[in-house]
């Protein structure tokens, strides 16, 4: 009996250099684009990053519109606009350029325009697997692999849900991974982007749904994040420090599109609908008190993201390795200056309050499924309530 199950998916072209962004006109050339719209954030514009874009396009003869009016942890009503922009010339593909929200928006214009309706019709167990137009990712972030995974996270205002949207009508034609862009990623977004992307190769590891694809992405994530993270968050210059974060968070991404990611994301993505955390910085909050709960499901393999990460040494143990794993997690937080959630302005009553509805959310989403062990719904607010207090230490 075969004991391998895996559903491998990728975009045809991923170009991973420095300065790979110079050649997205000859990205859409191979692929017979000529109309693009570029999808990005105010910032990209205001900054000028996104001549980075508009140059080489301009350049080889290509005037591309531009929708801007994406924002952080993108919701619904963003997408809604963005489609009737979309709509309004004959354009071919979109060019997603930014963090994860602007390429998130790209791909949820994309997978609305196709059929209409709600967002929320395409959440899971929907399979998302129509787009309207191809997308081309250019992530600014080293970052949610968006670039090159089958999701979109999307908000629904009215009900205060970050949606999780499945499906390969979110999986870019291309991305162009270029960890130029990142130099000017200010250090809060770097850490918080940093840890989601260690987060995304440790779950996509642990995931019941990990396989030997999966695994071998992760485990080379989990490495170079471990080596660069600290660095990149220091010396935002240094250049060794932010490609082995951006080729990390490119891996990591393909490591959990094709695994998936398991109850730190699943609790995650209530804190950001709920509080507006960022959401790399609402993994963070989340990431120790979660992997002490979940270290008994898979110890090898906690063991073994340990050593990868840099915390154990091979002769270590597999209990031993993972216990050093949750230690260096919160040395980690503490390192890159992670607030608490009390820290970030979250009231305690707040937070308690919508604990219910949040473990409810976070359930339905179907990621805690994936965990090594599973929590219901009173677990669930148990950690909440951990993570809001401080763990007990000998726990
Ligand atoms: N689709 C997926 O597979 C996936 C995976 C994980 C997370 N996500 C989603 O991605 C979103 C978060 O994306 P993100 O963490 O990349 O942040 P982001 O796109 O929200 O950007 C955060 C901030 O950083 C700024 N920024 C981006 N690049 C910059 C640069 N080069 N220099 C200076 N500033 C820069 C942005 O303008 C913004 O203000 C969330 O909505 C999250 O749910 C998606
Ligand atoms: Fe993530």
Redesign the pocket.
């Known amino acids: 009996m075969s004991t391998v199950t895996a559903n491998i998916a990728a975009p045809r072209t991923l170009l991973v250099a420095g300065g790979a962004v110079k050649q997205v006109a000859e990205v859409l050339a191979k692929f017979g684009l000529s109309r693009p719209l570029v999808v990005t ?1 105010p ?2 514009v205001k900054s000028g ?1 996104v001549r980075n874009v508009l140059g080489p396009l301009e350049a080889a003869g290509i005037t591309a519109g531009v929708f801007s009016d994406t924002i ?3 919701t619904d009503t963003v997408v809604e606009v963005g489609v009737l922009e979309m709509k309004k010339a004959p354009y071919d593909c979109m060019i997603g350029f ?5 390429i ?1 928006t790209a791909k949820a214009m994309a997978i609305l325009g196709s059929a209409g309706g709600k967002m929320r019709d395409y959440k899971v167990p929907f399979s998302a697997d129509k787009a309207a137009m191809p997308i081309i990712a250019v992530p ?2 080293a ?4 670039e090159c ?1 089958r ?3 999307i908000t629904d205002v009215e009900r205060d849900e ?1 949606m999780l949207i499945n499906g390969l009508g979110a999986l870019p034609l291309a991305a162009i991974v270029d960890y130029e ?2 130099y ?3 250090p809060r ?1 770097t850490a ?2 940093g840890i ?1 992307s260690f987060t995304h190769a440790l779950e996509a590891f642990v995931s019941k749904r990990a396989n030997p694809f999966s695994d071998a992405f992760a485990l080379a994530a989990m490495e170079l994040i471990g080596r660069h993270l600290r660095t990149a968050y220091a010396e935002p210059r240094n250049a060794a420090a932010r490609e082995g974060m951006m080729i990390g968070a490119t891996q990591a ?1 393909l490591a959990f599109s094709n695994s998936s990611v398991a109850l730190v994301h699943g609790m995650s993505r209530p804190i ?1 609908a709920h509080f507006h955390v ?3 910085l609402s993994n963070a909050m989340l990431l120790p008190a979660i992997t002490r709960y979940s270290v008994s499901g898979a110890e090898a393999r906690y063991g073994e993201a340990s050593r990868r990460f840099g915390l154990a040494a091979a002769t270590d143990a597999d209990a031993i390795a993972a216990a050093k794993l949750v230690t260096g997690l919160e040395i980690l937080n503490r390192d890159l200056a992670v607030p608490t959630p009390a820290d970030f302005g979250i009231k305690q009553a707040d937070w308690f309050g919508r604990m219910p509805l949040m473990a409810e959310q976070a359930l339905a989403s179907g990621s805690p499924n994936n965990n090594p062990r599973v929590p219901g719904a009173a677990e669930i607010m148990t950690l909440y309530q951990e993570v809001w207090t401080g763990a007990p230490r000998n726990a």
């Open positions: 954030d910032f990209m990053m952080p942890e993108p930014g963090g994860g929200s602007p998130d600014t972030t970052g949610t692999g968006s995974t999701f979109t996270v970050k862009l990142t000017s990623v200010p977004t918080d982007t989601d991404g950001g960022p959401h790399g």
